[in-house]
């Protein structure tokens, strides 16, 4: 038996817990709603559905939300620009570069020029290396996302052994990080796979739980798995007007003990998570 992680259930609870808290502790207090900022540049069709997403959860929740959308050819200096708006505009609590980004803008040197303090990314050197230390920063939404949900369920982390497949700095590295730290969750042994290591499946065979976040549909079959694992799948594809994981669900389902469904599953956490660095960086706002 297959057990799914219903994300979408535990994100309705947290955004429950998240609008009491705005209600009693930010506009009674404080008087200001939480904003966040979304800088989006060109026309990716992925990047738009994920930006209109956080624009439709902050509405839902009553959080404001403002778009900075850019053309594709748009300059260095012209972002830098709408970033240094945002790092200086007192009403914007937190706010985002939405990625990837054009081949022509520096990743780095943009991350870089985020005010730590409004990175609710926590793609930040300073939020990601605190991050890495233990120290309290911002953690990546989708990694936050994965261990809430892991919690929720109850399923051990500590002395399991973990395997991820990807290594971007958005899922693959802060998951890796946040599951072997020593600290409550965490404490895994982890291997972090990637598209230059030989023989993926003999590590997925081993593994307690999988988190595949390759950008690949389909690429974790239930034969690279052993049973009674528990695989969480970041993927979101669509594909023939079907909507596919990084994980084959059909063969997968059934072998796994939990597997997380997709939608439904890690994407409704990751935007959760989102606003709940942006309702922390509000408070720390005030
Ligand atoms: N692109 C895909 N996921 C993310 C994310 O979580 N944040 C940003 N800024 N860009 C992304």
Redesign the pocket.
């Known amino acids: 038996m297959t057990q799914l992680l219903d994300g979408n259930l535990l994100a309705k609870e947290i955004k429950n817990k998240i609008c009491k808290i705005i209600e009693k502790k930010i506009l009674k207090k404080h008087k200001r709603i939480p904003h966040l900022g979304i800088i989006l540049t060109g026309n990716n069709s992925?990047?738009i559905t994920?930006v209109n997403n956080k624009i439709k959860e902050c509405e839902n929740i009553g959080i404001k939300s403002s778009l900075i959308h850019l053309p594709i050819n748009t300059s260095e200096k012209e972002l830098l620009e709408k970033i240094k708006g945002m790092n200086q505009n007192p009403h914007i609590d937190g706010f985002?570069?939405?990625?990837?980004l054009e081949k022509h803008l520096n990743q780095d040197k943009i991350i870089l020029s985020i005010n730590p303090k409004k990175d609710v990314?926590g793609?930040h050197p300073e939020n990601f290396g605190k991050m890495a230390l233990d120290m309290k920063a911002f953690f990546?939404?989708?990694a936050l996302g994965i261990l809430t949900l892991l919690e929720k369920y109850k399923i051990q982390i500590s002395g399991k052994y973990t395997v991820i497949i990807g290594r971007s700095r958005?899922?693959g590295r802060p998951i890796s990080i946040l599951m072997s730290r020593k600290n409550n969750p965490g404490n895994s042994t982890v291997t972090l796979t990637h598209s230059k290591t030989p023989n993926i499946e003999f590590y997925t065979k081993q593994a307690d739980i999988i988190i595949v976040a390759v950008g690949i549909p389909g690429f974790l079959k239930g034969k690279m798995i052993k049973k009674g694992s528990i695989v969480i799948d970041v993927g979101i594809h669509s594909h023939e007007k079907k909507i596919l994981g990084d994980v084959d669900f059909y063969s997968v389902y059934g072998k796994a003990s939990y597997l997380t469904p997709v939608p439904g599953g890690v994407g409704p956490m990751?935007r959760v998570m989102?606003i709940k660095n942006t309702l922390i960086a509000a408070l720390n706002n005030r």
Do not use: C, E, K, N
């Not at 985002?96 to 990837?100: A, K, R």
């Open positions: 992925s990047s994920y985002i570069v939405q990625l990837p990314d793609f990546p939404a989708t958005i899922v990751t989102l």
